[in-house]
């Protein structure tokens, strides 16, 4: 029962807004310029002191790609000058070293992952030398034990990279597809051929990869039923580990990329509706569990276990079983949970690299966390990760906190999503339903006092 999805239409279209994904709570939204390079070096230093140090999860973030995609919306440097990618790296060495000074020698660090842009932009030797670098500065796992995962784009790799990458250290492999049909790659700028991503995807398993992840997105220009369904069909007959399927946020006015797309050839929200519906039957139909929100896993993955377990965490990677680890974010515009607090370094590539020519941590804004920020964080946690939460066990973690006296004003708003059959609450839990599972983000919503004032509708993508 645990992994039961019922699709509303009616209930989907009442509740369906502008909201956040929470890889964070509070959101990037909320952070302020305030927060400074020395409220960091703060934080790490009381991580450092605590008594035993959580170990440590390491983003790489590496912005340059080959070619854009005009649906893209990350922090991406589109070029064929490599010379940007080199210099860009001197400068990343030199943030590793900055980092690895100021953390513990000892804490191990349990998860790595690079992310993008592409990181496969990247030529072996400087891939090598990167975590080399890493492994220099920070204390690397010897064996295959931790999560070690790159993001690729199959068009820029060739299927014996996947070995010199697994030879690297990573045992997990996330590739991007987003759309089989040549139509819709024509409409998105992302030619590429279902041959080339099945020859990685099976260079992968050669390799033994621990996981492998691909990235799909239903609401691209030109996509219909009949094509997205042709699409899924060919994904699951290669059989990944984990899904990820996310909803197209047409947001040009934010995504420079996104004007090329012709919004007269994006499908209408009755028809992303009936894509959507399509997903998630075809995908637990073929054996997948719904982990929540866009991600979908297979029974035996570690996702779903942790999930079954209670113990999986969501994060600026997504879903992740490894909660407890402090982020340590490399790059520019990475952002880092360290502690009790969220810090971001500079978005702008001259101003990042300035900073750390100075020998300067570049963190431009953040947020320290008060007691009612963790509070909400872990109920948010809770609620996109396992649907539930134990409203004694809560209370018992929050220092005999009463959750119906605290959360007195969001309980009362709760009573029409309850009518509607979104969430259950009795004394002992609350508990989100069937129904109101693909209406997580909605729900999470009324507990967020960082919406307060906020025009989700054009800040955030709808959660549908």
Wanted: hydrophobic content about 35%.
């Amino acid at each position: 029962m645990w992994n039961t999805i019922e699709f509303d239409h009616a209930l989907i279209r009442r509740y369906d807004q502008g909201g956040p994904r929470y890889t964070s709570y509070p959101t990037a939204a909320s952070f302020t310029g305030r927060f400074t390079a020395t409220d960091y070096r703060e934080a790490v230093q009381r991580s450092n002191d605590d008594l035993i140090p959580a170990p440590l999860s390491l983003y790489f973030h590496i912005p340059f790609c080959n070619t854009v995609c005009f649906y893209c919306g990350c922090n991406k440097i589109a070029t064929k000058n490599y010379t940007l990618a080199t210099g860009y790296l001197e400068t990343l060495y030199l943030e590793i070293a900055l980092q690895g000074a100021i953390y513990d020698s000892d804490r191990k660090v349990e998860q790595l992952h690079w992310g993008g842009g592409t990181p496969t932009f990247l030529n072996r030797s400087d891939m090598q030398r990167l975590m080399q670098e890493t492994r220099r500065h920070f204390n690397l796992r010897d064996d295959d034990g931790g999560d070690y995962s790159i993001e690729i784009d199959p068009r820029s790799v060739q299927p014996d990279d996947i070995q010199f990458l697994r030879e690297l250290g990573f045992n997990r492999f996330s590739l991007g597809v987003q759309d089989l049909d040549e139509q819709v790659q024509i409409a998105v700028n992302r030619i590429q051929p279902i041959q080339q991503t099945r020859a990685i995807i099976d260079a992968c398993r050669a390799a033994d990869a621990r996981s492998i992840n691909i990235d799909l997105i239903y609401g691209l220009p030109r996509q219909t039923l009949a094509s997205f369904e042709q699409t899924l069909d060919a994904i699951i007959r290669i059989q990944p580990d984990r899904l990820s399927v996310f909803n197209y946020a047409h947001l040009p006015a934010l995504f420079k990329p996104q004007r090329r797309i012709n919004a007269a050839e994006l499908p209408d929200p009755e028809t992303k509706l009936a894509l959507l519906k399509m997903i998630i039957e075809k995908l637990t139909s073929a054996g997948y569990v719904y982990i929540g929100m866009d991600h979908f896993a297979r029974p035996e993955d570690e996702l779903a276990e942790a999930q079954r377990r209670g113990e999986l965490h969501r994060n600026f990677q997504g879903y992740s079983t490894h909660g407890d680890c402090d982020i340590v974010a490399m790059g520019v515009s990475a952002i880092s949970k360290v502690n009790d607090v969220y810090s971001q370094n500079s978005k702008q590539l001259d101003s990042y690299s300035e900073g750390i020519q100075d020998g300067r941590f570049p963190v431009v804004r953040g947020i320290r966390l008060s007691e009612d920020d963790q509070i909400r964080r872990d109920l948010i946690q809770r609620l996109t990760c396992n649907f539930a939460i134990d409203i004694p066990g809560f209370e018992a973690q929050w220092r005999g906190l009463s959750f119906a006296d605290y959360f007195a004003n969001e309980l009362a708003s709760l009573s029409d999503l309850e009518e509607d059959g979104l969430v259950r609450l009795s004394e002992h839990q609350l508990t989100v339903s069937a129904k109101g599972r693909l209406l997580v983000r909605s729900i999470c919503m009324l507990f967020d006092a960082s919406l307060k004032n906020v025009d989700t509708s054009n800040r955030f993508s709808r959660v549908i």
